[in-house]
């Protein structure tokens, strides 16, 4: 228990000291919930509401970014620098590397959604009732795993800057076409219908409804639930086939 207690340890002081994580999962989606409910408010009439759901849009944006690229680019990293292998010969078993991994990037998840959850309240007095905040944070944090899975996946790419690249290019396609930046309803037909189908969408579609005090449907449940096991799939048979060879 003591080993898995460091090790949990020294993975989120590694997170925390990433400018990355501090940029792109913590600074960036407030400066756009600021720009996109101050400076230009597209919520119609009903600005309050507006105000909560793009709210859960910055934070779902900010949750996902972290568990696809700062899970899968460190991943990446530590395989390239040998220290995958060199933990594989100390004492510290296997699982316990990789739970201490998912732990740490959990707990960072739980931090960002404190601060950006923070910054709604106090940049527009963003008003929901108790049982609205802790539901919506618990969706946002359980409803992460789907994402985390897709950083391990990420994470079996053999080049950082691939990794960097590909992630990049997932995590901004998925943001827009999820609705995370703006609502899908403003797309042309086909790009609605590709959107509703895609995690981010899903992920999102599930905190829009509980923040507009609704209980969300099974729909983006299921989705995710199977964007999971693909994801966990994928990865072990890249793994496992890497190994082989």
């Not at 597209?42 to 944006?61: C, I, K, P, R």
């Not at 739970?99 to 960072?108: A, E, N």
């Not at 827009?176 to 042309?188: A, R, S, Y």
Request: aromatic letters at 14%; glycine letters at 8%; proline letters at 4%.
């Amino acid at each position: 228990m003591k080993m898995l207690f460091m090790q949990c340890k020294i993975e989120m002081l590694r997170i925390i000291r990433n400018p990355y994580f501090v940029f792109w999962s913590l600074m960036m989606p407030i400066l756009f919930y600021f720009i996109f409910t101050k400076l230009v408010n597209t919520g119609g009439d009903n600005v309050e509401a507006w105000q909560a759901h793009y709210l859960m849009s910055m934070t779902t944006f900010s949750v996902m970014g972290s568990a696809i690229m700062t899970v899968g680019i460190r991943m990446v990293q530590e395989q390239s620098l040998g220290w995958s292998v060199y933990m594989r010969i100390t004492p510290l078993p296997g699982s316990i590397y990789f739970i201490s991994k998912m732990f740490g990037q959990t707990v960072m998840h739980a931090l960002s959604i404190i601060v950006i959850f923070t910054a709604g309240f106090l940049i527009n007095g963003v008003h929901m009732s108790a049982g609205q905040w802790i539901g919506s944070a618990l969706w946002i944090l359980v409803a992460s795993i789907p994402f985390l899975a897709m950083g391990t996946l990420v994470g079996s790419m053999k080049r950082v800057d691939t990794a960097s690249g590909v992630s990049n290019v997932i995590y901004m396609l998925m943001a827009v076409l999820g609705g995370m930046w703006m609502p899908v309803d403003n797309f042309p037909s086909f790009l609605q219908t590709i959107g509703k189908w895609l995690p981010s969408y899903n992920y999102g579609s599930g905190v829009w409804s509980i923040a507009a005090g609704q209980t969300p449907e099974l729909k983006p449940i299921l989705i995710l639930a199977g964007y999971l096991v693909l994801f966990m799939v994928l990865s072990i048979y890249i793994r496992k086939k890497r190994e082989a060879v």
